[in-house]
């Protein structure tokens, strides 16, 4: 009768201690609420041993949450409208205060991302909401993490998604990107020029002080001219002989005028040319 008690007892006993286990996994950390109050030590990955109605575990997650920012509608400081999603990287530093400080922290930290998100995009410009994110992002998690210390939340990094743009704002900037590249297009065109009209001046005083130079160029585009496959017929004539002819051919001058002779009768008559 009496073993039967004392077993009775430990069975009893046994399923009164097992009602007081619980198992924390690796990612997570166990606070103890011992009749409402907070124990200090945090259990640790692994079998935790409670105070059966007297003890409470709360479980935490220590893993990084990755939490997307809805897109928010706002007006830039330079007055475009535009609608902007973010992502934001956080996880949880002090599991006492994640639980004590904030009722719940994921609600906590996604409602101070989307005030902060719209308060980014009202404080900068279309140019730097497309090209340079960096600092916009470096400025977002700041403001976030601001607040989210004080509920044990270390924001590990926010970036900014995507930026949606008004159909009319496309096509402004697509006829503006157009004319930029027209315009370094006409530019570079207008250099190009610039430079080869340098390089022909120099080019045709060197063929002035050697005139052989001349005629071995003309040689080369005879070469050019005769390598395509076309009806044209070119006879290449020496520049040295043009030259010698022209050197060599007297010049025809003005038709002298001789005075006149009066005669007697008062009349002028021409003079008598040579030779009559």
């Given at each position: 009768?009496?073993?039967e008690?004392?077993?009775?007892?430990?069975?009893?006993?046994?399923?009164?201690?097992?009602?007081g286990?619980?198992?924390?996994?690796?990612?997570?950390?166990g606070?103890?609420?011992?009749?409402?109050?907070?124990?200090?030590?945090?259990?640790?990955?692994?079998?935790?041993?409670?105070v059966?109605?007297?003890?409470?575990?709360?479980?935490?997650n220590?893993?990084?949450?990755?939490?997307?920012?809805p897109?928010?509608?706002?007006?830039?400081r330079?007055?475009?409208?535009?609608?902007?999603?973010?992502?934001?990287?956080?996880?949880?530093i002090?599991?006492?205060?994640?639980?004590?400080n904030?009722?719940?922290?994921?609600?906590a930290?996604?409602?101070?991302?989307?005030?902060?998100?719209?308060?980014?995009?009202?404080?900068?410009?279309?140019?730097?909401?497309?090209?340079?994110?960096?600092?916009?992002?470096?400025?977002?998690e700041?403001?976030?993490?601001?607040?989210?210390?004080?509920w044990?939340?270390?924001?590990?990094?926010v970036?900014?998604?995507?930026?949606?743009?008004?159909?009319?704002?496309?096509?402004?900037?697509?006829?503006?990107?157009?004319?930029?590249?027209?315009?370094?297009?006409?530019?570079?065109?207008?250099?190009?020029?610039?430079?080869?009209?340098?390089?022909?001046?120099?080019a045709?005083?060197?063929?002035?002080?050697?005139?052989a130079?001349?005629?071995?160029?003309?040689?080369?585009?005879?070469?050019?001219?005769?390598?395509?496959?076309?009806?044209?017929?070119?006879?290449?004539?020496?520049?040295?002989?043009?030259?010698?002819?022209?050197?060599?051919t007297p010049?025809?001058?003005?038709?002298?005028?001789?005075?006149?002779?009066?005669?007697?009768?008062?009349?002028?008559?021409?003079?008598?040319?040579?030779?009559?």
């Amino acid at each position: 009768m009496v073993v039967e008690i004392l077993s009775a007892v430990a069975v009893a006993g046994g399923a009164w201690l097992a009602t007081g286990l619980r198992v924390v996994k690796q990612y997570e950390r166990g606070l103890v609420f011992r009749f409402g109050r907070v124990r200090p030590a945090i259990r640790q990955p692994g079998l935790a041993l409670l105070v059966p109605i007297a003890d409470r575990l709360q479980k935490v997650n220590m893993q990084i949450v990755t939490m997307p920012i809805p897109a928010q509608d706002g007006i830039t400081r330079d007055n475009v409208t535009v609608r902007v999603d973010a992502v934001v990287y956080f996880k949880v530093i002090d599991p006492v205060l994640a639980a004590v400080n904030v009722q719940d922290y994921r609600s906590a930290v996604g409602q101070v991302a989307q005030t902060s998100l719209r308060s980014i995009i009202g404080k900068s410009d279309l140019d730097d909401l497309l090209s340079n994110r960096e600092r916009l992002n470096e400025g977002l998690e700041l403001m976030i993490d601001s607040p989210a210390l004080d509920w044990g939340i270390h924001i590990d990094r926010v970036e900014i998604k995507d930026v949606a743009l008004p159909e009319s704002m496309k096509r402004s900037m697509s006829r503006q990107a157009e004319a930029e590249r027209e315009r370094r297009a006409r530019v570079i065109s207008a250099d190009g020029e610039l430079q080869a009209s340098h390089k022909l001046s120099q080019a045709a005083a060197t063929m002035a002080d050697t005139p052989a130079a001349l005629q071995l160029r003309l040689l080369e585009t005879v070469v050019q001219v005769s390598a395509e496959k076309n009806s044209t017929l070119v006879l290449p004539f020496p520049v040295e002989l043009l030259r010698f002819l022209d050197a060599n051919t007297p010049k025809r001058g003005a038709p002298s005028v001789e005075p006149e002779v009066s005669e007697g009768n008062g009349q002028v008559a021409p003079a008598p040319r040579e030779g009559s």
